[in-house]
């Protein structure tokens, strides 16, 4: 079974940067698509960057393109959450999620394509 441990959170001023880890355990990371999905008060999980198990397809939401960057060290068992720019409407808490139903070249920021999530990490932007 694999179990996803999200670390990197905290609170941070507008305009600063946070790195997100995701450490996973229990199955092997190199067939699993990965994303990042944060989920505010009173609003829905929100996909935010996800990559395919190749690395060849990464996809962001569209409010943190040229802000976040998704990698993944598959040696390593991590995947990780860039965020520079960081505004208060990034304020939430974040997830990283797992899949192995998606083909090698592609991912989904849709929640339910995904199995295993972490516990989730939270981001406050405030001054």
């Known amino acids: 079974q694999l179990q996803l441990v999200e670390s990197g959170g905290g609170l941070v001023q507008p305009g600063g940067s946070l790195r997100l880890s995701c450490a996973a355990s229990?199955?092997?990371?190199?067939?699993?698509?990965i994303g990042w999905f944060r989920q505010a008060p009173g609003k829905e999980r929100e996909g935010v960057a996800c990559?395919?198990?190749?690395?060849?397809?990464?996809d962001y939401a569209d409010s943190v393109k040229g802000r976040f960057t998704i990698s993944r060290d598959n040696a390593k068992t991590k995947v990780y959450l860039q965020m520079n720019s960081l505004k208060p409407e990034d304020t939430a808490v974040y997830y990283c999620?797992?899949?192995?139903?998606?083909?090698?070249?592609?991912?989904?920021?849709?929640?339910?394509?995904?199995?295993?999530w972490g516990q989730g990490t939270q981001v406050t932007v405030s001054s």
């Open positions: 990559i395919s198990s190749s690395s060849i397809k990464i």
């Open positions: 999620a797992a899949t192995a139903r998606l083909p090698s070249w592609t991912t989904s920021r849709t929640p339910s394509r995904y199995d295993y």
């Open positions: 229990g199955l092997i990371l190199d067939h699993l698509a």
